[in-house]
């Protein structure tokens, strides 16, 4: 069988993408590796949502969507794509085990976290590194952690970790935080949450699990140590384009570059969501770019 519609990747972008094409009786399959929801789905509470004023849980609202999907006929499978290949008016998506074929193919892959890249980072993984609050948020009960970052993210994982941890230094590289007012004046207010301003981590340390982090002081170079039991890490992320390279154009930071088509300039390939170069990564525009591009997709195979 030759899917019309092959999406990767089922956070919100892919999984509007899967409510829009199925729903124009497109056949259409959605090819995930972990699980359905993306970053959103590892999100405690989105407030910002337009339609949900007590704001909605992020897995209960991308487990909706994914069953609207469903609903509409898409099917969904598990696979790791490694390689998309273009054969005249087709594509070929391969995976480690299978690989099928469809019409058109929209990739909507997401983004995954940053790594700070310090001595420690990677080997304490899972002892005492989370880039996930809502993941790992409970193992710290009553314990000291850090947070590092100061953006959106940072700031409202922060708020959400004081529910179990005993405090929290949130170290960000400027004297100004970069998530927006609303959640700045929140945590300025958390008795709980302390700042340790214009610093970075240097190094993080420990016997079998994180102890210690090694802070850097940028204006004046000073060293000092905070004694904590964990250490969450979100400074932005990095787009899941890897496979991709080749295929499409990205910008420097690795950003697949589209028109307002969602078109990626390979004719029957689309992007959409948080792998796409644009200005406002949020679920809203996610959803939004899922849904152009499998619009598009229904054009395309018209045209053909
Ligand atoms: P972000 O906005 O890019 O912020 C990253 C933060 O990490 C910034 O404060 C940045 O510092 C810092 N940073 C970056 N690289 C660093 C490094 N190597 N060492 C130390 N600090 C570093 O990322 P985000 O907070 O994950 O948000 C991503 C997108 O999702 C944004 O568009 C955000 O608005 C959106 N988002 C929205 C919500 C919401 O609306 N409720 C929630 C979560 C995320 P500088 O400030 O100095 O650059």
Redesign the pocket.
Known sequence: MIYDVAIIGAGPAGLSAGVYASRAKLSTVIIEKMFPGGQAAI?DK???YPGFAEGIGGEELTDNIKYQAEKFGADFINGDVDKIEKLDNKFIIHMQEEKLEAKTVILAMGAE??Q??VKGETEFVGRGVSYCATCDGAFYTDKPIVM?????????EAMYLTRFASSIHV????D?????KI?QERALKNDKIKFIWDS??EQIKGEDAVEEVVVKNVKTGELSSVFVDGIFV????TPKTDFVKNLVKLDNQGYIITDDHMKTGIPGLFAAG?LRQKS???VVTAVSDGAIAAVEAGRYIEEQ
């Open positions: 999100t989105i407030e910002n976290p940053r700070i890249g590092v970052g100061g953006g959106d993210t940072a700031i409202e170290i960000h590289r400027r100004e935080l970069r998530a927006t959640l970075v981590v979100a400074i932005g992320y948080d406002l990564r949020q």
